[in-house]
């Protein structure tokens, strides 16, 4: 006997396994494109980490397998060490997504533990490039601590964003090969937050999997579809449990909205190698390879390997 859906409830296969944790909405760069539209003037935001500690444990219980902290810069909360360590109990995989600007002792000790993996964003293989693009004279700093995490054995990924124009984004690529990091990948720019440019916030901007296995929430509590949907939030943490949510009405409701937006662009849906990666935060796996393979649509999971 096939299962019913009480009303107004998510399938079981909306189910997540991949959670965006946006700790801070502070960062010390001014990134020219990014989506979250942080700065050295943001803050943390509502949450505590009494609360963030909460939505780990509820997060565990509903069948989360990985978190990935971001930001802002997620290195500038002060508990993000304990955080870590409290997804790491609740037997979590975990992410860091950072610019890599800053890292203190402890945090490079936490980030070599088994199960902790890092993230970056790089830009250019010329200072010049990284700093009209950062806002911050950044780019020998990351550049250093990337080699550093590569020479400590802590798994770290990179992803070069594209934004077009005289932008080095090939230089940065083989720099980042030369420097020894296994992974990078590669996006466009998304018009979305700071990355507007002549288009709007708009499902364009999306991969076409938003919600799908995965949530993201945001400093205030809020809880969306992915990082680039923020404009339509399904809930609060704050006042409502994290499964009530993703199994509430306005994330059934926004879902079936999104599903239907993009069943009917799928024919036409650009192959963008990619074009799942935030230009800087997490990763979702690319709709396309690099070398413009197209994966089947549906093919766009959370990339923490």
């Not at 079936?256 to 799942?276: G, H, K, S, W, Y």
């Amino acid at each position: 006997m096939t299962a019913v859906a009480e009303p107004g409830a998510m399938p079981d296969h909306a189910g997540i396994s991949f959670l965006w944790l946006e700790i801070t909405g502070k960062c010390q760069l001014e990134c020219v494109h990014c989506y979250a539209d942080s700065s050295p003037r943001g803050d943390h935001g509502a949450m505590r980490t009494e609360d963030w500690i909460r939505v780990i444990d509820e997060a565990a219980s509903a069948g989360v397998r990985i978190v990935q902290f971001i930001g802002g810069e997620p290195t500038l909360h002060p508990d993000l060490p304990d955080l870590i360590l409290h997804a790491q109990l609740r037997e979590l995989a975990v992410e860091v997504y950072t610019n890599l600007v800053h890292v203190t002792d402890e945090l490079w000790s936490v980030f070599a533990r088994p199960g902790v993996s890092l993230a970056t964003s790089y830009y250019s293989d010329e200072p010049e490039q990284h700093l009209a693009i950062t806002r911050r004279p950044t780019y020998s700093r990351t550049k250093a601590n990337i080699a550093k995490a590569v020479r400590r054995g802590i798994h770290i990924r990179a992803g070069v964003v594209d934004m077009g124009g005289a932008q080095r984004a090939d230089g940065a690529n083989d720099e980042l090969v030369r420097l020894g990091v296994p992974s990078i990948g590669r996006d466009r720019l998304r018009q979305v937050g700071r990355g507007i440019r002549d288009a709007g916030e708009s499902v364009t901007q999306l991969c076409g999997q938003c919600g799908q296995g995965v949530a993201a929430i945001g400093p205030d509590g809020s809880v969306w579809p992915c990082v680039f949907s923020r404009w339509l939030p399904v809930g609060n943490v704050l006042n409502t449990a994290l499964s009530d949510i993703l199994a509430g009405r306005e994330a059934n409701r926004v879902q079936a909205e999104l599903r239907a937006e993009f069943d009917q662009r799928i024919v036409t849906m650009p192959c963008v190698p990619n074009m799942c990666d935030p230009q800087c935060g997490p990763s979702c796996s690319p709709a396309c390879r690099p070398a413009g393979n197209c994966r089947p649509v549906g093919a766009c999971s959370p990339d923490y390997r």
